[in-house]
């Protein structure tokens, strides 16, 4: 069966091969509490579905209107099985329960590389940020480059203490760098953003092939697992 966790996931867990993301719009704040709820019961009474997924969380958007959704499949290959015969049913009883849900976009990715939770910290976090980071149609393979700087500069001394972790993510499209954050706290990120710059992070910024980047805030509303 499912059941339902408080702890927030780890995106280095061994055997994730296909960690996917996802966004709903669900338009109030008021509808993306009654879709978590809509979402956990749908999956608590049922079977989990499928041994390649080994977990799906749930995150509520500040802007009060988005939700997403991290799942962390052993391939895609389990993700495919379980779209074919499963998930449009659970859709449906989602569906019926809140109606209007605009399903925004899928995105695949492999996880490049992280800056990894402390030894010995055990700070819950208290903000989720995802940061998109797009790169020029023919700038793929300077998205690794790009990784390995910001995490040099995360090494450094301009490291922020209230950064909890950060994992990077390249798209299988190969248009994009996904960064799933862990914060402390909103006020530790506010913080880190108002800094002063440095040349490190300038290089980050201007780095080439570099087209613009998305930041999102959230805070972790569901978990499933097996």
Same mark, same amino acid.
């Given at each position: 069966? $499912?059941? =339902?966790?408080?702890? !927030?996931?780890?995106?280095?867990?061994?055997?994730?091969?296909?960690?996917?993301?996802?966004?709903?719009?669900?338009?109030?704040?008021? =509808?993306?509490?009654? $879709? /978590?709820?809509?979402?956990?019961?749908?999956?608590?009474? =049922?079977?989990?579905?499928?041994?390649?997924? %080994?977990?799906?969380?749930?995150?509520?958007? !500040?802007?009060?209107?988005?939700?997403? !959704?991290?799942?962390?499949?052993?391939?895609?290959?389990?993700?495919?099985?379980?779209?074919?015969?499963?998930?449009?049913?659970?859709?449906?009883? +989602?569906?019926?329960? /809140?109606?209007? +849900?605009?399903?925004?976009?899928?995105?695949?990715?492999?996880?490049?590389?992280?800056?990894? =939770?402390?030894?010995?910290?055990?700070?819950?976090?208290?903000? +989720? /940020?995802?940061?998109?980071?797009?790169?020029?149609?023919?700038?793929?393979?300077?998205?690794?480059?790009?990784?390995? *700087? /910001?995490?040099?500069?995360?090494?450094?001394?301009?490291?922020?203490?209230?950064? +909890?972790?950060?994992?990077?993510?390249?798209?299988?499209?190969?248009?994009?760098?996904?960064?799933?954050?862990?914060?402390?706290?909103?006020?530790?990120?506010?913080?880190? *953003?108002?800094?002063?710059?440095?040349?490190?992070?300038?290089?980050?910024?201007? !780095?080439?092939? *570099?087209?613009?980047?998305?930041?999102?805030?959230?805070?972790?509303? *569901?978990? %499933?697992?097996?």
């Amino acid at each position: 069966m $499912t059941r =339902r966790t408080d702890a !927030h996931p780890d995106p280095t867990r061994p055997g994730i091969g296909a960690p996917f993301f996802s966004t709903w719009r669900v338009g109030t704040p008021e =509808r993306q509490a009654q $879709t /978590v709820e809509a979402v956990a019961r749908t999956w608590e009474t =049922r079977a989990w579905g499928s041994d390649r997924l %080994l977990g799906y969380h749930l995150y509520a958007g !500040h802007d009060g209107t988005t939700l997403l !959704h991290y799942s962390q499949w052993r391939d895609e290959q389990g993700y495919e099985a379980f779209f074919k015969t499963l998930r449009q049913e659970r859709n449906d009883e +989602i569906d019926t329960a /809140v109606p209007g +849900i605009e399903r925004v976009r899928l995105d695949r990715y492999r996880l490049h590389r992280s800056h990894a =939770r402390a030894v010995g910290d055990t700070r819950v976090p208290g903000l +989720i /940020v995802t940061v998109r980071v797009d790169f020029e149609p023919d700038a793929a393979d300077k998205r690794a480059d790009w990784v390995d *700087l /910001v995490l040099s500069a995360l090494a450094g001394p301009d490291a922020d203490r209230g950064l +909890i972790s950060a994992h990077f993510h390249l798209s299988t499209d190969g248009t994009h760098v996904l960064n799933y954050a862990e914060w402390e706290s909103d006020e530790a990120y506010d913080a880190a *953003l108002a800094g002063p710059g440095s040349p490190q992070w300038e290089r980050v910024r201007t !780095h080439p092939g *570099l087209r613009g980047t998305t930041g999102s805030r959230y805070r972790h509303a *569901l978990g %499933l697992v097996p």
